[in-house]
């Protein structure tokens, strides 16, 4: 099992707010979701379907749990006057930076009232093997208030502190994100180079029949790899 080490570099962050593998938060719309419509796990008798819903998609699963979320350390208050914002931790004020306007001016979440990004300083560096790369996105299928910039950093070489620039994703927001939040989801990978082939085929791939050959889990029981972060 290949191992990745979160090193922090602050003094003031409790034990509770470290980093953990996204598979143990995962959000609560998705715990509170029924696996079948009004518990009703019968095929329809008029087509190829069930009344599965959402929670029984296996790549939505691997995506909210794939890898490690960064959780933010202390509450953030987080304030609009009506032309900017201000932000204050409950340590301090220093953990957040700004990047200047222009350094993303057509980026596509740029606004036309954004004076400069605001920046997190994140307390923890991360270290993977050689050959593997962290995947940084905003964690996925959740709101995310504080929505940071994605990036990939080689996190096999680069041994700095890796910072999260973010936006305010409600308008004109004000309030406060709690302590434990996710702000970030951090996915190793392994660094390989690729080509691509184009193949034009109106035969049905044998994958496709068998994953059809049932009404239940299908992609599940015959297709899916279970991926494991500990």
Not at 76 to 84: A, C, M, N
Request: aromatic share 14%; net charge positive; with cysteine.
């Amino acid at each position: 099992m290949k191992k990745i080490n979160f090193i922090c570099r602050a003094e003031n962050i409790s034990e509770e707010f470290q980093p953990i593998p996204a598979s143990k938060l995962l959000p609560d719309w998705y715990k509170n979701t029924e696996t079948y419509k009004d518990g009703d796990k019968r095929p329809y008798l008029d087509a190829h379907q069930t009344r599965s819903t959402i929670k029984k998609c296996i790549p939505v699963f691997d995506s909210m749990s794939a890898g490690y979320f960064l959780l933010l350390p202390w509450d953030l208050y987080i304030e609009h006057d009506g032309i900017e914002y201000s932000f204050s931790f409950a340590h301090d004020a220093s953990s957040i930076k700004f990047h200047p306007n222009f350094q993303a001016n057509l980026h596509p979440d740029n606004k036309p009232d954004t004076f400069s990004f605001p920046k997190f300083s994140n307390p923890w560096a991360i270290k993977t093997p050689p050959g593997y790369s962290c995947m940084i996105v905003p964690p996925m299928h959740r709101e995310n208030i504080m929505q940071i910039f994605p990036g990939i950093v080689d996190t096999d070489k680069y041994d700095a502190n890796v910072n999260l620039p973010f936006f305010i994703t409600k308008n004109e927001y004000t309030g406060i994100i709690k302590a434990g939040t996710p702000i970030a989801q951090v996915i190793p990978f392994k660094r390989e180079s690729w080509s691509k082939t184009l193949t034009n085929s109106l035969k049905t791939a044998e994958a496709a029949k068998l994953v059809r050959s049932v009404f239940f889990e299908g992609y599940k029981n015959f297709m899916w790899s279970k991926k494991t972060y500990r």
